[in-house]
T-cell receptor
Framework: GAVVSQHPSRVICKSGTSVKIECRSL??????MFWYRQFPKKSLMLMAT?????????EQGVEKDKFLINHASLTLSTLTVTSAHPEDSSFYIC????????????FGPGTRLLVL | AQKITQTQPGMFVQEKEAVTLDCTYD???????LFWYKQPSSGEMIFLIY??????QNATEGRYSLNFQKARKSANLVISASQLGDSAMYFC?????????????FGKGTTLSVSS
């Protein structure tokens, strides 16, 4: 099946720094990618929809200036957590559709962010 | 109101037994899709099974089957012949609306523990 990778898998940073998380579709082109956030033992919450070549669509309550999303190519979307704070510590997961009409979303392995 | 409700925070089953994980959904859209994902402790989201709202038959994938009761708005996951490796968090999710591959709405999850 299709593979989606994320890098890094785990990151620890100091409060106030920015962290970039990459989401790559390895064997298919993804016009749309989704970014989710998951707190421990909780559900996945959609943060934003990333569309190649256009601005991301953010869910209500998600600060677009804090969570910068760039989908510069058909195989790469990046999420940058700017000026990270301890409350940003979470598990961030991306997913991608292989085709616009496809039902199947392939999830990346996730990135665990810990902000000290 | 919650769109996806999973009422079982935890379920326990012995190896080789069947187990049903409950999921009810809420939507007024006639076109929707229902998904089940497995999330082991590693964090990756593993797609298990999909059911479209217009599908006449219940979906099956190996040991997984989806008991789709449209009138009751339920989409329970049945795992037959449980294995130790089935121990994980299970999420029910819904794609709302006719556009395939839009972002998913997730339930809170059920933790399944399989014992020998």
């Amino acid at each position: 099946g299709a593979v989606v990778s994320q890098h890094p898998s785990r990151v620890i940073c100091k409060s106030g720094t920015s962290v970039k998380i990459e989401c790559r579709s390895l064997d298919f082109q993804a016009t749309t990618m989704f970014w989710y956030r998951q707190f421990p033992k909780k559900s996945l919450m959609l943060m934003a929809t990333s569309n190649e070549g256009s601005k991301a669509t953010y869910e209500q309550g998600v600060e677009k200036d804090k969570f910068l999303i760039n989908h510069a190519s058909l195989t790469l979307s990046t999420l940058t957590v700017t000026s990270a704070h301890p409350e940003d510590s979470s598990f961030y997961i991306c997913s991608a559709k292989a085709r616009p009409s496809s039902e199947t979303q392939y999830f990346g392995p996730g990135t665990r962010l810990l902000v000290l | 109101a919650q769109k996806i409700t999973q009422t079982q925070p935890g379920m326990f089953v012995q190896e080789k037994e069947a187990v049903t994980l409950d999921c009810t959904y809420d939507t007024s859209d006639p076109s929707y899709g229902l998904f089940w994902y497995k999330q082991p402790s590693s964090g990756e989201m593993i797609f298990l099974i999909y059911q479209g709202s217009y599908d006449q038959q219940n979906a099956t994938e190996g040991r997984y089957s989806l008991n789709f009761q449209k009138a009751r708005k339920s989409a329970n996951l049945v795992i037959s012949a449980s294995q130790l490796g089935d121990s994980a968090m299970y999420f029910c999710a819904m794609r709302e609306g006719p556009q395939a591959g839009t972002a998913l709405i997730f339930g809170k999850g059920t933790t399944l523990s399989v014992s020998s």
